[in-house]
């Protein structure tokens, strides 16, 4: 008999599930970078990867469907809960939008939200290179942030928040990123 732990570590329901809720391939592939992203810290903390991973993937699966702040991620949580994923599952994602008044306080927590953005933004970076991850560096990256034109949706603050909150001085918690992406460039459209 499955558990809702259980559930929050099954990948293949999890793609099903974001698969069914997103249509937008850019979307599906923020979603993945993100649960690469994770899968590596949990990696590197000795957390639970599987788990830490298929929060990542799904942290967004609700975007396309509540497309306001008003909405995401509330309007996803309850679906969440509905299909038995877990409270502390489910409570992650609500933590990785500031405005839902979800505080932060466990690692996994932390290091969703220091990847949702940072994510989405190495990811426009590497589509204005040639090589796009290959070789990408964090002073590269470092410096299209401060070009607030370039992927102006994506929050600065965000990400030097994010960097904080796990501990890690921004270059490094870039270099990680990268270094975690790189070799899913292919499938991630770069």
């Known amino acids: ?21 997103i249509a937008n391939d850019a979307l599906r592939r923020h979603c993945r970078a993100v ?23 799904l942290h967004d699966f609700d975007w396309e469907r509540h497309p306001t702040l008003e909405q995401h991620p509330s309007a996803g949580e309850p679906v969440l809960a509905q299909l038995g994923y877990p409270a502390w599952f489910r409570r992650a994602i609500l933590s990785h939008a500031n405005h839902t008044g979800v505080a932060r306080e466990t690692a996994l927590e932390h290091h969703l939200f220091a990847c ?15 090589d796009k991850l290959m070789g990408m560096e964090p002073k590269s990256v470092k410096k299209k942030l401060k070009d607030k034109r370039f992927a102006a949706n994506v929050s600065r603050e965000d990400i030097t928040d994010g960097a904080d909150e796990i501990g890690r001085p921004l270059d490094d918690h870039i270099a990680f990123m990268i270094a975690a992406l790189t070799p899913h460039a292919a499938e991630l459209g770069l």
């Not at 008999?1 to 809720?21: F, G, H, I, K, V």
């Not at 690469?36 to 298929?54: F, H, K, L, T």
């Not at 940072?118 to 970076?125: E, K, Q, T, Y």
Request: some cysteine; proline content about 3%.
């Open 116 to 130: 949702d953005e940072l994510a989405g933004f190495i990811h426009a970076c590497a589509l204005m290179r040639p």
């Open 35 to 57: 649960e690469i992203a994770m899968r590596a810290y949990a990696a590197e903390c000795g957390e639970d990867v599987d788990a830490w991973g298929v929060v990542g993937l």
């Open 1 to 21: 008999m499955s558990t809702p732990d259980d559930l929050a570590r099954d990948r293949a329901s999890a793609q099903a599930l974001l698969e069914d809720w």
